[in-house]
């Protein structure tokens, strides 16, 4: 094992962001384009209201990437920095990576809603992640306290 594969899923979540922000682009210039659906002056302002749900749904999860993973960014980085880059982590950050596909795809093309509970179905895998990430700073704290 290479100390540096924990910073495998944290480039993947990094073109993850990128990838969403590119979709974001596409979707605001085809909005500007092509729908003429606004005024000249409502693309400039930062959460285009203009557009289609789609844009707006990827809107709030580029947002979303922003906040949150960067507690997994950060706890990826006192990993390696501590020396404490073992198999679990490394399986535990590819977890979160790929939970947060699935969370990003669910909320920017399907964003349904689980009808018993009344929460969106992209609300499982976010809190799945979210719980890794808990799980991955308790972990190295009581690795640093030991």
Known sequence: ????????????????TF??????LILRLKSIHFDKAHSNSDWVVPLFQGGSNYLTYTQRNFAN?????????????VIYVT????EYFITLAYSF?????IHSVNH??????????GVPLRAFPWLLSIAIVVWMWVRVFCMLAA
Do not use: K, Q, S, T
């Open 1 to 16: 094992m290479n100390p540096n594969d924990i910073f495998c899923p944290v480039f993947g979540m990094f073109m993850l």
């Open 19 to 24: 990838a969403v922000w590119a979709l974001i």
């Open 65 to 77: 990437l922003l906040e949150f993973p960067i507690l997994f960014y950060v706890v990826c980085i």
């Open 83 to 86: 020396g404490n880059v073992d």
């Open 97 to 101: 990576f790929y939970i947060r596909i």
């Open 108 to 117: 920017i093309f399907l964003n349904i809603m689980v009808p018993v509970i």
